[in-house]
Nanobody, 126 residues
């Protein structure tokens, strides 16, 4: 099993920045993928960014809507995953979730991820 705890959410104005953190514990070394998803009220959960296990090259992929603004990274020594969010927009407002998956590929629907955190709220005001 893998346990995930997110932190770092909050309220910012348009153009601001936030850094989300995800602390992972358990058999993290067995996972192939770590990801950030988000879900706004009345909308489906969508993938924001994914990162492959460092042993698989640490490749990253992003949703088109966040490319150039968000950066996913991992600290394998401390089992941490981060999402640096810059130039935030009101449409980025959502609950953000950290997820872990046993198998690649990593850019895949939320239903194919195995473990989830409780989420952290991000609110961007205009």
């Amino acid at each position: 099993q893998v346990q995930l705890v997110e932190s770092g959410g909050g309220s910012v104005q348009t153009g601001g920045s936030l850094r989300l953190s995800c602390a992972a514990s358990g058999v993290v070394y067995l996972t192939s993928c770590m990801a950030w998803f988000r879900q706004a009220p009345g909308k489906e959960r969508e993938g924001v960014a994914v990162i492959y296990h460092y042993a698989a090259g640490g490749r990253t992929y992003y949703a088109d809507s966040v490319k150039g603004r968000f950066t996913i990274s991992q600290d394998n020594a401390n089992n941490m995953v981060y999402l640096q969010m810059n130039s935030l927009k009101p449409e980025d407002t959502a609950m953000y979730y950290c997820a872990a998956g046993w198998r690649s590929p990593c850019w895949k629907p939320s239903t194919e991820y195995n473990f989830w955190g409780q989420g952290t709220q991000v609110t961007v005001s205009s």
